[in-house]
């Protein structure tokens, strides 16, 4: 299929490399990340109109710093290096890098030399505030290369050689704290690259349409591991476009699910038209996680128990060549980078771990982009508002917010505490703001007085946080009257719950979900 212009984005391992191939994107043109260490062969199969080379941690000069083919550079089509990948782009071509005792990190004053391309449309008597992090600096620019612009650090902030289309900054264009970064990463990529702004979310959906129903044959089927969350149910009606009822849904109640949730999953699922199996599975799910109280042996559990229903359900449905999973590009970062896998922290249950065992092959159209793309595709697909906006509820579901053992009764305890909190949040107009507001139950008990009585009863902890993809997040600054009413309608409404938390920690140091 004809595809548009597209922006090859390559990785050296920055924490803000997903946040360029998201820039290009809303210029409306597409882009991708690839690992620093793809293949030459690779690089050119993509026919990209331009390259971005990302930051990174490392120092040009370093034994086994990342690189890239030097051809890179002459493909014939412009490059962007950003940080790491202007020093990179210095030090191959024959310029020199040096560590620099005068380090940049945050703010800096950028000021334009040269406005002719890259920082066409900005002017020359002023400075911009841009973001810099580097420790590093170019000393020596490589041949036919010229300073465009200057920070009172770097006198080679932006450069550029002009006949070849070679261009760098040491600022970070993709940040937001860079005031023109979006005007810069235009002019490289609409006025320097040429590429029409073209890629909308409409031709996005009918290029992964086309694109499944190519890879699909006749008489294969696919199935689909649907949760009734945003991402799974996007990639479910994406695929049921390309080939209808040959897409075949489970769903799984793994008894770890919230208040009224497979009631309305089902519903919901019902109205798209999708063909979806409901496999009850409570029981195995509880039986096996009785007497469990580690956090990553939970985890473990119900990863493992996942598979073996999904094995079970696509025996019955018979010939199977291919999983459809919504994956979204936070979700593949860690195997993106170059660096391979950063260090667990938790082990998020994983339908991934189905492929390899069930040598099922996989449709993942979902896994370049953000959960805010997500929900613009799914506002394109006319889903409604429920999907659209619904939160985002781990795969283990509550039982990583039952510290302790998962038992019946503290799973009830939970669900009233739960439904109160999103009843609650929804009423005052919060859920749409925030990332994810919920209850946990705590394994302690404490005392109170209820009645004149003396009680000894649980503690449940409410959680609510601001974040743009769960990287990072913050607690939201919650009304103390809204607060207020969710710890009285607790306490009250829910038996064995004495006492009320607020969590105000933010992420890093602390993570989202209790365990
Ligand atoms: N109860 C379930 N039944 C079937 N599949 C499930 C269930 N829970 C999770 N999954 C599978 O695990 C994947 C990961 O879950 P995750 O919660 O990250 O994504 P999601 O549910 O699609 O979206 P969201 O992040 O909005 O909740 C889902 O996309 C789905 O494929
Ligand atoms: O599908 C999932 N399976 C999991 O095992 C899992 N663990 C955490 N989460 C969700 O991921 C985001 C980040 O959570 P943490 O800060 O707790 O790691 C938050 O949005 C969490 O709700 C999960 N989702
Ligand atoms: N952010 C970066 O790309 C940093 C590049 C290099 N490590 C430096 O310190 O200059
Ligand atoms: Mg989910």
């Known amino acids: 299929m004809e595809h548009g212009d597209r922006i090859l984005v ?24 690839k690992p620093c260490t793809a293949s030459l062969e690779e690089i050119k199969a993509f026919s990209p109109k331009g390259i971005i080379l990302s930051g990174g941690p490392a120092s040009v000069y370093d034994e086994d710093a990342p690189t890239v083919p030097k051809e890179v550079f002459s493909l014939g089509v412009p490059v962007l290096g950003i940080c790491y990948g202007m020093q990179l782009m210095t ?25 002719s391309d890259l920082f ?12 810099m992090s580097h420790g590093d600096r170019v000393e020596k620019l490589p041949q036919g290369f010229g300073a465009i612009a200057e920070s009172e650090n770097s006198p080679y902030a932006a450069i550029k050689n002009s006949e070849k289309s070679l261009y760098g900054v040491q600022f970070h264009p993709e940040v937001a704290h860079t005031e ?6 235009a002019n490289f990529v609409l006025r320097i690259c040429g590429c029409k702004p073209t890629w909308t979310m409409k031709s996005f959906i009918e290029k992964v349409v086309e694109e499944v129903r190519q890879k699909v044959g006749p008489d294969e089927k696919v199935i689909c591991a649907l949760s009734g969350g945003i991402d799974s149910t996007v990639t479910a009606v994406l695929v049921h476009r ?12 793994n ?20 063909n979806l199996h409901y496999v009850d599975a409570s029981e195995r799910f509880l039986e096996r996680l009785k007497g469990v109280t580690d956090p990553e042996k939970k985890r473990q559990i119900i990863g493992h128990t996942f598979i073996e229903i999904f094995e079970e359900e696509a025996k019955k449905v018979g010939q199977v060549t291919y999983l459809a999973q919504g994956t979204l590009y936070p979700d593949v970062i860690e195997s993106v980078s170059f660096k391979g896998p950063s260090a667990t922290i938790k082990t998020h249950h994983n339908v991934g771990a189905l492929p390899e065992r069930m040598k099922l092959k996989l449709i993942e159209p979902l896994r370049e982009l953000f959960k805010d793309e997500v929900r613009e595709i799914a506002r394109e697909l ?27 009764e503290r799973l009830e305890i939970l669900r009233e505490a739960d439904a109160i909190v999103l009843e609650e949040i929804k009423k005052s107009g ?60 607790i306490i009250n409404e829910v038996r064995g719950v004495n006492r009320v938390v607020y969590d105000i920690s933010s992420k890093p140091p602390a993570t989202i979900e209790w365990e």
């Open 255 to 274: 008894g770890l699910l919230r208040k009224g949730e497979v009631e309305s999953v089902l519903n919901l699922m019902g109205s798209l038209g999708l």
């Open 10 to 33: 390559l990785d050296f391992g920055s924490q803000t490399t997903q946040l360029i191939a998201r820039r290009v994107r809303e210029l409306h043109v597409y882009s991708e990340i």
């Open 242 to 253: 390309a080939i209808g009822d040959r897409l075949i849904c489970i769903f799984v109640n």
């Open 91 to 115: 030090h191959l071509l024959g310029g020199r890098v040096e560590a620099s005792n005068k380090r940049e990190f945050g703010p800096a004053e950028l000021k334009i030399i040269d406005n």
């Open 120 to 131: 066409y449309g900005l002017a020359l008597d002023r400075t911009y505030r841009v973001w």
């Open 430 to 489: 919060w859920y749409r703001k925030v990332w994810q507001s919920f209850a946990v139950l705590l394994p302690i008990r404490t005392v109170g007085v209820m009645g004149d009585y003396r009680t000894y009863e649980h503690v449940i902890a409410i959680r609510c946080v601001d974040s743009v993809d769960a990287m990072t997040a913050d607690w939201t600054r919650l009304p103390y009257d809204l607060l207020a009413r969710l710890s009285n309608r």
């Open 382 to 408: 006319g889903l409604p508002e429920d999907i659209i906006y619904r939160q985002p509820f781990p795969g283990p579901g509550l039982a990583i917010r039952i510290l302790g053992e998962v038992t019946k």
């Open 180 to 185: 023109i970064g979006q005007e810069v990463l």
